[in-house]
């Protein structure tokens, strides 16, 4: 006899179902009122269920058996993978799609109301609609995906279409809150607090007993599609989805094939994708415990920021020396973790990574009265080390004593007030430079209409900051545009433009970051818009802007093109008291 005992705040609905020859068969209980319920099971049959709840008019779920269900779809048509493990109030069980089918439009949007703004906030010209599932009582489940009008990421929507009614799912939106999007929105649009648990990733996911993945995401529901990432591979099956990982180049000169950032995801029932990493006994020390040949233990701070953004978190991503690389014939045992799992380095002088990595330490250091070894005394130095994990990547860890550091590069904020006005501005940041200096309760000033601000006597043009942003950065490596070296600066000053910033704001963003750009043939151009960089760095500003508009450019040297989701480039009319901030990517010394 088997008792299971199940937690209904933690029941995952891949885990709670049974074989097929198990049936359990129950009244429809409150997931908000009931903390646990017994199920007795003996040699595969149910001896009995028992349960306490209070019932309400939430939204109920039913636990089923897992069944298999023959389907009469032609070749032409998308086939349907059922999954009956839950039942969802008055729409019944859903079955999934097994790709998602695209769609006609449907009318969510306040059409009127956009129209007539200079400046919607959403672009629902370009959005798409694709019907996912289909529950039991015939309403489909869709997800709309929809362009903010900034660089940021896409907008989805989880939408049930039951009959003529529409509900839009408030607990399954993903990219942004409801309350930003609430007045575009149809009045005769019904709302629904259903959370469609197969979409509900899980904290962790144990593959094997020494292969787990952990849940990174932070959004609440998944928004980036399978069909944006061109370099997914699959890993591994399991119980609760296909897992992938996907790869993009973070040092130039070195292929894909060899080195590479790499994200892992889960691919969700409805296409979708949702981050995973793993972690291990050194990954989230950042003194790692090892101890080395020589019988020392390290003492020395080590990173894996080295391909990230300028926030004090990253996206989900790790850099890795791929399993298959002719790199890795130059690893040596240097070292072993607590659990006594070894670490390797690589000290050959000719090899590519290591080459790059004394590159990238000798350009980050080149400034007046500061010492660069040589490559023969970097090699023998502790400058890296690598550890494989459960994929066979060998994942990369640079002593911080030898790393480059990414920086949010001089942020840059013009204040303009209709009148002059005392603003007090605070920076969700670590600042590491600035100018004025940046005091622990943020810069107070008086600001006039044409920009000129008096700090302590003194007048600026604006503030401006270094340092880390607080909060995550977000992984647009796959989204904006490639130009040639020829185009550069003319397509640089016209993106500017659509992004809002007048010609004086673009002569100071081009006077600082013209001679920090790629020499390369070609470069990317990526763009953070004003909601990344609130999540990034959050500004409160005292009073509040009329206007904000916040863009960071994020830039890669290429040899050669590559393709990439292009980005909407478009700015708010600049009404009212308005704030304008620039900033970029910038990698300095330590």
Known sequence: MLNLFMELNNINPIES??????????QP?????????PIVLAGGIIIGVILTASITSAVYFYQKSK?????????NQPTITPTTAYEYSQFGSISWLDQPKQISAISIFNSEKINSEEYPYLDISSAEYFQVGVFSNGAQLINAYINPNDPGGTIIFRLIKDNNSIFLLTNMIGGRDLESVKEYLVSSLLFSDIKI????????????????????DSDSASSKRSSDFKNLQKIADSSYGSIYKNTFSIMDNISIDQVAGRTIYLKMKDGTLVSYKYK????????PRITWNSGTTNNDVYTQNISSGCGTQTFGSVPVILKDSTLLGDKIQVGKTQSGKSVFKIENKNN?????????????RSYENTKIITLEEFVTNPNHFLLQDPTGD????????????????KPVIYLYPTKETQIKVQVGAQITKSEPTYPNDGWVVIAKPNGELIYQNQTYSYLFWEGLGNGLYPDYKNKGIVVAQKDLISTLYSQLSQLGLNQKESADFME????????????RLTWLGTKDMDILAPLTVNPQPDTRIRIFLEFQGLQNPVKLIPQKLSAPAREGFTLIEWGGLLFKNN
């Not at 209980?29 to 319920?37: D, G, L, R, V, Y």
């Not at 069944?67 to 779809?73: D, G, P, R």
């Not at 060998?394 to 004593?401: D, L, M, R, T």
């Open 17 to 26: 179902q049974l074989e097929t020859n198990l049936e359990i068969n129950s």
């Open 512 to 523: 600082f970051w013209q001679s920090k750009l790629p020499t390369t043939p070609f470069i």
């Open 197 to 216: 648990l197969e979409l509900s990733p899980l904290e962790n996911i144990s593959l094997s007993t020494d292969n787990i993945l952990y849940l990174f």
């Open 67 to 75: 069944t298999t269900i023959t389907s009469n779809f032609t070749q």
């Open 394 to 409: 060998w994942q990369i860890f640079v002593n911080s004593n030898y790393s480059s550091l990414a920086e949010c590069g």
């Open 352 to 364: 590519e990574f290591v080459k790059k990595l004394y590159a990238e330490y000798k350009q980050t």
């Open 29 to 37: 209980i409150s997931p908000k009122k009931i903390k646990t319920f």
């Open 280 to 287: 291990n006994e050194v990954s989230d020390d950042s003194i």
